[in-house]
């Protein structure tokens, strides 16, 4: 059975047979697998949420931006790798195939010791300046000095997946994050339920099915003899290969940078609210992450595809597949605004019973609902213009409307909805999703004006005689 869903779902070249047939057997198994990875920080919170409670379920959330902001580096790495991978494979270049990935390898066995160190030694600082309210401080301290300290399974774990899905193959990654999944999924009750370690708890369980992921995708990858040969010279970080992946990952790394400072930034506002609106931002983020599943599923898919076939030189399967790949994106995320719309708070239910945290996260879920189909709009454009080697221009229109849209609006609409007098944080909370929605809309109309432009059609790294 498992022979017969790798030979559908495995490795492919996408540079063959009709595009919309090529997306959607990528597509399932990534699906799947982002289904299963949202599952890990989902099930984080639900334990925490049902057997700890309401300030647990708040200091995971509140550890979130800072988490994010420590990983950009792998999201640089990652990007930069994904697309090298997926064109030099559509382009059959075999040496500079297997070259690109062990200098990622390398590179990423690097940034994991630098973020390990660092990770724990600022974590209290950040904690502090974003005045994370007390009762929930050690608990958030806890959670991200046990991250960090455990953070090369979470980093070998997406970049060799990353680099498994530019091959082709979203199968395999799937198939080792399920097996994982289902480890974390026991040992948070174990850990959290049993044991009664609490937010150490999840963190624990969480580090230790990342590191067995990655440790089966590192087993995979070295087995790909037909496609690529990793040896101890392919190791040695190649200069102009690892300037590619650094030209090529950079904008992604900052443009997570960004949006990870302006989501600290907003979680300082978030956490002038208290106890309560943090605990229900959690939980609408949490949701929100299988909302935006089937997006960044197909934003992945596309930038293969694109990658593949840009280098293969066939630009106009790149056309083709963009409008199908639109298509089927646009029509899952209005059945998913539906399922958002009759169920959310059914959904809430699932992480605590407290109704004032019910009631406000079902509210903001409300209001983000629509903005799902706008994003599936950014996603797929953003993935074609990625895949091709341009990824300035998603980078900057993720700075406009994180930075100079988002931010903004928030606080002024939390300024505006304050009382008399009032202090920050007495405001309507209903800020922190207003914006967000603005931003995602704003967000799609610039990447679609973008994708018209056509400046990414130039960028391929396969140069052509």
Request: hydrophobic fraction near 50%; include cysteine.
């Amino acid at each position: 059975m498992a022979g017969k869903l790798s030979a559908m779902f495995g490795a492919q070249d996408m540079t063959k047979g009709s595009p919309a047939s090529n997306l959607i057997k990528f597509s399932v198994p990534l699906l799947i697998g982002n289904l299963a990875q949202q599952l890990y920080s989902t099930v984080d919170s639900i334990v925490v949420g049902n057997y700890v409670g309401d300030g647990a379920l708040a200091a995971v959330g509140a550890s979130g931006p800072i988490l994010n902001l420590l990983l950009v580096l792998f999201m640089g790495i990652s990007v930069g790798a994904g697309i090298m991978v997926s064109q030099y494979f559509g382009a059959k270049e075999k040496q500079k195939l297997s070259d690109t990935v062990g200098t990622t390898i390398t590179a990423t066995l690097i940034s994991s010791i630098f973020i390990m160190i660092v990770g724990p030694l600022v974590s209290p600082l950040l904690l502090s300046a974003l005045q994370t309210p007390s009762d929930i401080y050690q608990m958030s301290c806890d959670y991200l000095v046990i991250m960090f300290a455990g953070i090369m399974g979470s980093a070998f774990y997406n970049i060799i997946s990353g680099i498994l899905r530019g091959l082709g193959d979203s199968f395999m990654p799937l198939i080792f994050l399920i097996v994982a999944c289902g480890l974390n999924i026991g040992l948070d009750i174990w850990f959290v339920a049993g044991f009664g370690w609490g937010v150490a708890g999840v963190a624990w369980a969480t580090i230790i099915a990342q590191a067995i992921s990655a440790v089966l995708c590192l087993i995979k990858l070295f087995r790909m003899h037909d496609i690529l040969v990793i040896k101890w010279k392919t190791l040695r970080p190649k200069k102009v290969l690892l300037g590619q992946l650094v030209r090529l990952g950079l904008p992604s790394g900052l443009t997570q940078a960004i949006f990870s400072l302006a989501m600290i930034i907003v979680q300082s506002l978030t956490n002038s609210f208290g106890t309560a609106v943090i605990a229900a931002n959690t939980v609408v983020m949490r949701v929100d992450g299988f909302a935006m599943m089937p997006n960044f599923t197909f934003g992945t898919a596309m930038t293969t595809f694109a990658g593949q076939n840009i280098g293969a030189g066939r630009l106009d399967r790149v056309e083709k597949g963009t409008k199908d790949g639109m298509k089927l994106g646009v029509s899952v995320s209005v059945v998913l605004v539906g399922l958002i719309l009759l169920f959310g708070r059914y959904l809430m239910q699932l992480f605590t019973k407290t109704p004032e945290v019910i009631a406000l996260g079902t509210r903001m879920l409300f209001i983000l609902a629509v903005g799902y189909v706008a994003m599936a709009v950014t996603q797929i454009f953003s993935g074609v213009m990625r895949g091709a080697g341009d990824t300035m221009t998603p980078m900057w229109i993720s700075i406009i409307t994180t930075v100079i849209i988002r931010m903004p609006i928030a606080y002024g609409l939390e300024a505006l909805t304050r009382p008399t007098g009032g202090a920050m944080g007495s405001g309507a909370p209903d800020c922190l999703f207003i914006s967000l929605l603005i931003s995602w809309v704003l967000g799609a109309v610039l990447t679609g004006f973008a994708y018209r432009m056509g400046k990414w059609k130039k960028k391929s790294i396969v140069k052509r005689d």
